[in-house]
């Protein structure tokens, strides 16, 4: 076919400009996201401490004060939870807001006598056939006195849910005496199924001794036998006075189990100068992955869990992001990736705890490691992008 007329040259030159299009548009909807912003003032004494690093992306903005948030999606909406007076509930469609303020898990104080019995922390919310589950930390920042409580309902709706009290306590109070919660500290309570079985766990602790796991009842509201708890340990730093690993979460992707953790100083920076960490001791945000539900978890570099590993997947970063952690992961699906949220300290803003601020970012799996990346869309109706775009290619050659 040679001599093409100037008529089917325009339709060419047509074709080819709606290929750069939806070439430019797929390329656009993978690259959403945040883009560094100008470092601003961020004191003298923070510069010292502070490492910045620009090789992890940006948060997406979550638009929302919180600290430790929990989300769950249901109906189509993200529910979030957070540490603070009687637990309470927002709601969005939109990861970054806005977002309503629909209640509180507790109506009243939480019937377990630990702690500050209005104000719990570090919610983790899950929903099993029907029911909501929210599990709940009373506790007080350096002691080892603290319970894990659980709260259900069957509606997300602001009406009042149901307490049951602890599922676990350590330091004072009932079964605190035995192994593990002899030791231990009942804080930042996660939830895991197992994908075979559909038995649950629950993950803990601990600060001082690192994270444990144990099977729970089939009612969720309690462990499964408390004379005899049948815990492991998932993470522990050896040969340190001080062993700042807590607010856990598991996730399943593709044939692994992930344990996350948060490891450093979570709070209280600012007040003096003396109140940051050495650099890359305030919190970061740890992964490793086993293939069992119960372990053994190693890190990226083969390093075992309890021997001081965890692969640092989010950290202080640009100069912006200060102490992320208090993490959760939203699982995706084959046209959407799963998300890590979070809470961080804005440098701008402020280093009160109560400046923490919700972010978020796309995962994506390297050799089965999880990855923050600012590529928003690894499938299109579960293809790959990069397919989309080597057939616009081969398109683009072909005409
Ligand atoms: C307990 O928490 C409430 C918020 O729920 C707060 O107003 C109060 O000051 C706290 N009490 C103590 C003793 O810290
Ligand atoms: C696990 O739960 C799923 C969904 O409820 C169900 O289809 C499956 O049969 C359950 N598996 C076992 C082993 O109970
Ligand atoms: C995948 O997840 C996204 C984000 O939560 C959701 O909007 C979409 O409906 C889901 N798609 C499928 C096929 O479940
Ligand atoms: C940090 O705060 C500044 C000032 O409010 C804002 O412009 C910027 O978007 C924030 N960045 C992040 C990552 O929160």
């Known amino acids: 076919m040679s001599g093409s007329n100037s008529s089917s040259s325009s339709g060419r030159s047509m074709l080819r400009t709606l290929i750069l299009v939806l070439a430019t548009t797929l390329i656009g909807v993978n690259s959403v996201g945040a883009t560094p912003a100008t470092q601003s003032s ?47 509930i927002f709601k969005s469609d939109n990861l970054n807001g806005p977002w309503e303020k629909i209640g ?61 009290g602890a599922v676990i306590r350590t330091g004072k109070g009932p079964g605190s005496d035995i192994h593990p919660f002899s030791e231990t500290n009942a804080i930042d309570a996660s939830f895991i199924m197992d994908q075979n079985s559909n038995k649950s766990y629950l993950n803990y602790g601990s600060f001082w001794h690192g994270i444990w796991q144990l099977p729970l009842a089939d009612d969720l509201l309690s462990i499964e036998s408390p004379e005899n708890p049948d815990a492991v340990q998932l993470t522990f730093i050896p040969n340190q006075k001080i062993r700042p690993q807590e607010g856990s979460w598991m996730s399943y992707h593709d044939g692994y189990y992930y344990v996350w953790f948060s490891q450093g100083k979570c709070c209280k920076f600012g007040e003096s100068e003396h109140d940051f960490p050495a650099r890359g001791r305030e919190y970061n945000i740890r992964v490793g992955r086993s293939r069992d539900i119960r372990g053994p978890f190693k890190d990226k570099d083969g390093e075992s869990l309890v021997e001081g590993g965890g692969t640092i997947v989010y950290a202080s970063n640009h100069g912006i992001v200060y102490a ?10 084959d ?51 990069w397919l989309y775009l080597s057939i616009l290619l081969c398109f683009w050659l072909y005409i």
């Open 42 to 88: 961020w004191t003298s004494a923070l510069s010292q401490v502070y490492e910045t690093t620009d090789r992890l992306p940006l948060p997406n903005l979550g638009n929302i004060v919180a600290h430790d948030p929990n989300i769950v999606q249901h109906d189509g909406n993200y529910y979030l939870f957070k540490g603070g007076h009687h637990v309470p």
């Open 324 to 333: 992320p952690g208090g993490l959760g992961v939203l699982a995706g699906n």
């Open 104 to 164: 509180t898990v507790l109506d009243q104080n939480s019937i377990i006598d630990v702690g500050n019995r209005s104000r719990p922390w570090a919610p983790t919310t899950i929903y099993r056939d029907g029911m909501f589950y929210c599990y709940y930390t009373l506790s007080t920042h350096g002691k080892r006195n603290s319970a894990i409580g659980v709260a259900t309902t069957n509606k997300l709706d602001g009406s009042p849910w149901n307490d049951h």
């Open 335 to 385: 046209s959407s990736r799963d998300i890590l949220y979070y809470h961080y300290l804005n440098t701008s803003i402020g280093f009160k705890d109560g400046d923490a601020h919700l972010g978020w970012n796309w995962l994506t799996y390297e050799d089965g490691w999880p990855e923050v990346t600012t590529d928003s869309a690894g499938a299109i109706f579960g293809i790959p992008s």
